[in-house]
């Protein structure tokens, strides 16, 4: 989750990206936050957290944490409270699918993306950056002349490797708009697969400018 600070702050020239806090929750998953201050003013200009899961790549099940790991999470436990905040939840995102089942709904024409090397990381994976990149081209031109992204919520549900054919598609989700605020849900799903498995699930949120 990626949330951007009022459009009144200024935008930086230059900016770091800070570790803020990695914390284990439980022994298969862990927490790791982001604070973004611009090094000039020292300002924040933005702020995210995810969650991360141990998962064995042989038996392709959630695994526990390695006890080196965990002491290395120990260490690095910087901050007692969550960049969030404390009362912060992990939000269930909607099927941008379901939404478009709805008569008169708003969605966009869906984009094809082709997966290719240069998309992979090391593990031979599609770069989670690459997924934030394909779902946010299938927003309209409209939304984004009208609108600013201020948030970006994202879930990944399945891996995707070289040659794999990806379809982006958003709708507005018109139950959570709120004021000037228009959600959009989005919706990645891997059409080089029989079960058009889905691969991400996100949610942004754009503010009027």
């Given at each position: 989750?990626?949330?951007?600070?009022?459009?009144?702050?200024?935008?930086?020239s230059s900016a770091?990206?800070?570790?803020?806090?990695?914390q284990l929750q439980g022994r298969v998953a862990a927490?790791?936050?982001?604070?973004?201050?611009?090094?000039?003013?020292?300002?924040?200009?933005?702020?995210?957290?995810?969650?991360?899961?141990?998962?064995?790549?042989?038996?392709?099940?959630?695994?526990?944490?390695?006890?080196?790991?965990?002491?290395d999470f120990q260490l690095q436990?910087?901050?007692n409270e969550p960049i969030m905040g404390s009362e912060y939840e992990v939000e269930k995102l909607p099927d941008a699918r379901d939404i478009g089942a709805i008569e008169g709904s708003q969605c966009s024409v869906p984009v094809v993306h082709y997966t290719r090397r240069s998309d992979?990381?090391?593990?031979?994976?599609?770069?989670?950056?690459?997924?934030?990149?394909?779902l946010l081209e299938s927003v309209p031109q409209s939304y984004r002349d009208e609108y600013e992204l201020k948030e970006l919520i994202i879930e990944?549900?399945?891996?995707?490797?070289?040659?794999?054919?990806i379809e982006a598609v958003c709708c507005e989700d018109t139950s959570s708009n709120v004021g000037d605020s228009v959600f959009l849900?989005?919706?990645?799903?891997?059409?080089?697969?029989?079960?058009?498995?889905?691969?991400?699930?996100?949610?942004?949120?754009?503010?009027?400018?």
């Open positions: 989750m990626i949330r951007r600070p009022p459009r009144s702050t200024p935008k930086p770091a990206s800070d570790v803020y806090k990695r927490r790791r936050d982001w604070d973004l201050v611009n090094n000039e003013t020292e300002k924040r200009v933005g702020k995210a957290t995810s969650q991360w899961i141990a998962f064995n790549l042989k038996t392709r099940r959630m695994g526990r944490i390695p006890s080196q790991v965990v002491e436990q910087w901050c992979l990381d090391m593990n031979g994976h599609v770069n989670n950056c690459i997924y934030t990149e394909w990944f549900k399945a891996e995707c490797n070289f040659g794999d054919v849900a989005h919706t990645l799903t891997k059409k080089s697969d029989e079960k058009q498995t889905e691969v991400v699930r996100a949610r942004t949120i754009w503010a009027k400018r």
